[in-house]
């Protein structure tokens, strides 16, 4: 495989500690790559700490970040990389090799995004176990369209949390979208799918990263997730819906708790069941006030946005 050049983009607001730990892991990798943070005018020592360890650091004033539109951004101002692994400021990578083996999937000149394996943190909860273990197997998968049938929504499955893009890709299906509540990834990489580019999943590309959410985060994340597939729905069309993949989770997530850690089940029910009211309310969310969408979501800025 030709040579790469190779940036690892991290976007970052008020968590220095994470921030820490992720660098502290970038470190000691095998592959060659800059390092890139876009911080969001961070007021908990996150941004002195990035301007202490990394020579390329762009601020940007909270209010205008966006999941996609921030992302496309640092695309654009860096123009010279082949390729943009991104990271989130939550994640850490796990062996000295994630890097590198993120990039192989792109010997292939027709895949244009990897999504790398994640395993939970150690501190993660038995919910936040299961999310991680259903979610990224250790088994390496390249998907094309022609898998849709079979896969559904899980064909463009994709996370920002360790991703890499190829920036011909990126840039031959319009970059990533500028105003998206969340799932930049699977919109990009849907749009990759459809244009007839290859998507990949690397399992021996590793990193950390999980939330224990509680009740009401939990909530809002599905009413973002909801809202995302409301104003995308050429996804929906395309792919199928979740309500399937949904179902095959939950059933995933009892039998991963068993019967001897029963008191788990009653947690996970409630919990289920808030996130599929959340995604119902939210596939109606133009009948909502912005007052209201901004308590029922978790990523309230966006509501803020002139685009609203």
Not at 59 to 65: A, L
Not at 134 to 162: R, V
Request: aromatic share 10%.
């Amino acid at each position: 495989m030709p040579s790469l050049s190779v940036a690892c983009v991290i976007p970052t607001y008020n968590g220095r500690k994470d921030l820490e730990r992720l660098l502290d892991s970038l470190v000691g990798q095998s592959a060659s790559f800059d390092t890139l943070i876009v911080d969001s005018s961070s007021s908990d020592g996150t941004l002195a700490l990035a301007r202490s360890r990394c020579a390329d650091v762009t601020v940007i004033d909270s209010k205008d970040f966006n999941h996609g539109g921030t992302r496309q951004m640092m695309v654009e101002r860096y123009p010279g990389y082949d390729v943009y692994v991104y990271l989130t400021q939550d994640a850490c990578l796990e062996q000295g090799d994630a890097i590198a083996n993120i990039l192989l999937p792109f010997a292939d000149p027709r895949v244009g995004a990897v999504c790398g394996r994640q395993l939970p943190h150690r501190d993660a909860n038995l919910l936040a176990q299961h999310a991680r273990l259903f979610n990224y197997p250790p088994t390496s998968q390249i998907k094309t369209l022609a898998d849709a049938d079979a896969l559904g929504i899980k064909t463009p499955f994709m996370s920002n949390s360790f991703a890499a893009y190829r920036r011909e890709a990126l840039l031959a299906v319009g970059g990533f979208p500028r105003h998206v509540i969340l799932s930049e990834d699977m919109y990009v990489a849907a749009k990759m799918l459809l244009a007839g580019w290859k998507i990949a999943y690397e399992g021996s590309a590793v990193c950390r990263h999980s939330h224990n959410y509680s009740l009401i985060e939990e909530f809002r994340r599905y009413f973002d997730i909801g809202v995302f597939q409301a104003r995308e729905r050429w996804i929906h069309e395309s792919f199928g819906g979740i309500a399937g993949e949904g179902m095959r989770y939950v059933k995933s997530e009892l039998a991963f708790i068993g019967p001897r850690r029963g008191w788990w089940w009653p947690l996970s029910i409630i919990r289920n069941a808030l996130k599929l009211i959340a995604y119902t309310l939210s596939r109606h969310e133009q009948r909502l006030s912005v007052a209201w969408k901004k308590r029922l979501s978790m990523h309230k800025r966006y509501w803020d946005s002139p685009c609203e």
